[in-house]
């Protein structure tokens, strides 16, 4: 038993490794922007090679961005009581339903806008708190661009 048992294990697990997807990617939600082919909330693969950055949905590319036509990269957070949940836990628990209202959830935004010749576009996307600043880091190292924190941005009429 334990034999056949450790021939599946030893079968199985590089099957799966050979199954996963070895490129490295994050995943994101797109918010909103200039891709034709994409609906709001959808979720994408964000992709950043050395000299492009990609999005595919599912396993089709959407979006291929070159590095050097990056104009501006941006970052925002939306900060919000979580109502919805503490009225469904003070249902069950007016205390606990209290103490949920007074927490936050916070989403992570990051914008990207570019310009490559006559084609010029922009998008926004929501990343996981985790991965947002690595998101940055890398959009900053292939671009040369500084991202730009959206809230100190002050909109004149």
Request: a positive charge; glycine letters at 10%; proline letters at 2%.
């Amino acid at each position: 038993m334990k034999s056949v048992l450790c021939l599946i294990l030893c079968l199985a697990i590089p099957a799966a490794m050979f199954a996963a997807d070895n490129e490295p990617h994050y995943n994101v939600t797109y918010d909103g922007g200039s891709l034709q082919k994409v609906k709001s909330g959808s979720g994408l693969k964000l992709l950043i090679d050395s000299d492009q950055i990609r999005l595919m949905k599912d396993k089709i590319e959407v979006a291929t961005i070159p590095a050097s036509a990056i104009t501006e990269i941006s970052y925002g957070q939306d900060v919000h009581r979580r109502v919805g949940t503490a009225v469904a836990v003070g249902i069950v628990s007016f205390g606990i339903g209290a103490l949920t209202a007074l927490s936050k959830s916070k989403k992570h935004f990051v914008g990207l806008t570019w310009a490559n010749g006559d084609q010029k576009g922009g998008l926004a996307m929501q990343c996981d708190k985790n991965e947002y600043r690595g998101i940055l880091a890398a959009l900053e190292g292939i671009s040369g661009k500084k991202a730009v924190n959206s809230e100190t941005i002050t909109v004149k009429n």
